[in-house]
């Protein structure tokens, strides 16, 4: 069994490449601080910085700080106030505890002399989180090369990203029934939160519950109380956090239209053979171009739009209907780092004409990326679409009894194998 140990393994030799390369002996990372809303003494739902919890799975802990130097025990600083008006950090426990020398504070302020030379540091964080004589320099090379690293997931981070899948998949199996039992966004809102074990203060992201033509804004941030008077659609795009590690699932659902049952059954097929796709040596970029194809194929096929799929997309027809890119990195955070870049930090561009995209390196084992497309009617440009000369090939009547339903994702994670690729999502849904 792949323990704790072996990823700490894995961090640490990449820390050492790192510092070593851009000269600094050590490296200091805070957790972050508690940010209090504007003008008030209330808090926003604290959010721990990723390259924290990536040394250990801590997600509650404001006020710490992960110090290593080559060649030591890296140590934790570990704060854990007397506080009556809150719960404190527990203790800590778990696999992670004996890798570390533990410091316990119970001032915020007491950490600064736990913590090394800050002249010879690369401090990663925020900048409110500074202390005196501590002040977060984030280099960018450092940064860079991390970022790059952490594409690439241990077995104990998959293992992870295993158990937030399969929350995410209950809360989507409850957030389904609760549409199929004609409740409002916020009904299956909660539905989803319940299922998943979740708040709607620490899931990964703002959920996305979105009914009928609500579906056609990409991300969109309500959730009414008001129940439509028809159900005919649902799109859900949720997720679940286990030990810091995010789950990023979409699906949409129908009431039985069979134009509409027909796009989720062929944006779904296109999505299989897309996430068959992602193996070691795969251009990303070509893997989104090839989306464009099918799901330009999907469009000629149902009767949507009467051109070549190669034409669509050259003159950007498939860009009206499936706007965003074809997916991202996936980890630590929903949409994880270096997406675009090389390991120097230098940007890999974006295929022309295709500025949303958020992934432009080329696979290898042990990345973990979604792949999601989506056919979607978007009132705004659809009205740019009739506009131009492509317009004639448009049948506007099924786009206009299509508009209603608002649009198709589906989204599942899948991760880069040595051999065939693994898709996480599917195997959750195929579990429960």
């Keep these: 069994m792949n323990t704790f140990s072996e990823?700490?393994?894995?961090?640490?030799?990449?820390?050492?490449?790192?510092?070593?390369?851009?000269?600094?002996?050590?490296l200091v990372i805070a957790s972050g601080i508690e940010k209090l809303r504007f003008l008030d003494d209330m808090p926003y739902p604290f959010k721990v910085n990723p390259q924290f919890k990536y040394w250990a799975p801590l997600i509650y802990n404001p006020n710490s700080w992960v110090a290593y130097t080559p060649g030591k025990k890296p140590v934790m600083v570990y704060f854990q106030p007397d506080d009556y008006w809150h719960v404190p950090p527990s203790a800590p426990q778990g696999d992670w505890v004996e890798h570390f020398d533990i410091r316990i504070i119970r001032d915020a302020d007491e950490a600064r002399e736990n913590l090394p030379d800050p002249a010879h540091s690369a401090i990663i964080g925020e900048s409110d989180a500074a202390l005196d004589g501590v002040v977060p320099n984030n280099p960018a090379d450092l940064l860079a090369y991390l970022h790059y690293h952490r594409a690439f997931k241990t077995p104990y981070e998959l293992a992870l990203m295993r158990k937030a899948q399969a929350k995410a998949v209950r809360g989507h199996r409850a957030a389904e029934a609760a549409f199929r039992a004609h409740g409002s966004e916020a009904q299956i809102n909660a539905a989803f939160l319940a299922g998943a074990g979740h708040t709607d203060s620490d899931v990964p992201y703002n959920n996305i519950v979105a009914l009928n033509e609500n579906g056609a804004t990409l991300h969109y941030q309500y959730k009414s109380f008001n129940k439509p008077t028809h159900h005919r659609s649902l799109l859900i795009d949720a997720g679940a956090e286990y030990h810091g590690y995010a789950a990023d699932i979409t699906r949409t659902h129908g009431n039985g239209f069979e134009r509409f049952e027909q796009l989720i059954a062929a944006v779904d097929d296109e999505q299989q053979a897309l996430c068959a796709q992602v193996k070691s040596g795969m251009d990303y970029r070509d893997l989104h171009l090839q989306c464009h194809l099918r799901l330009g194929g999907v469009l000629k096929s149902l009767g949507i739009v009467d051109m070549d799929p190669g034409s669509m997309l050259e003159k950007g027809l498939t860009s009206v209907f499936f706007p965003h890119g074809l997916g991202h990195p996936i980890g630590l955070q929903v949409h994880d780092v270096a997406g675009f870049s090389d390991e120097a930090g230098q940007l890999i561009p974006r295929p022309n004409g295709h500025p949303f995209l958020r992934m432009t390196r080329t696979l290898e084992p042990g990345m973990v990326v979604t792949i999601e497309p989506g056919l979607y009617f978007i009132p705004s440009l659809l009205a740019e679409?009739?506009?131009?000369?492509?317009?004639?090939?448009?049948?506007?009547g099924a786009v206009e009894q299509l508009t209603p339903y608002g649009g198709v994702r589906i989204?599942?994670?899948?991760?880069?194998?040595?051999?065939?690729?693994?898709?996480?999502?599917?195997?959750?849904?195929?579990?429960l």
Excluded at 411 to 431: G, K, L, M
């Design 385 to 396: 679409l009739k506009t131009r000369p492509e317009a004639k090939a448009v049948n506007w």
């Design 7 to 26: 990823h700490l393994a894995y961090v640490t030799r990449t820390a050492d490449s790192a510092l070593e390369k851009c000269g600094f002996d050590h």
């Design 411 to 431: 989204e599942d994670e899948v991760h880069c194998t040595e051999d065939e690729p693994e898709n996480i999502s599917r195997d959750a849904f195929a579990a």
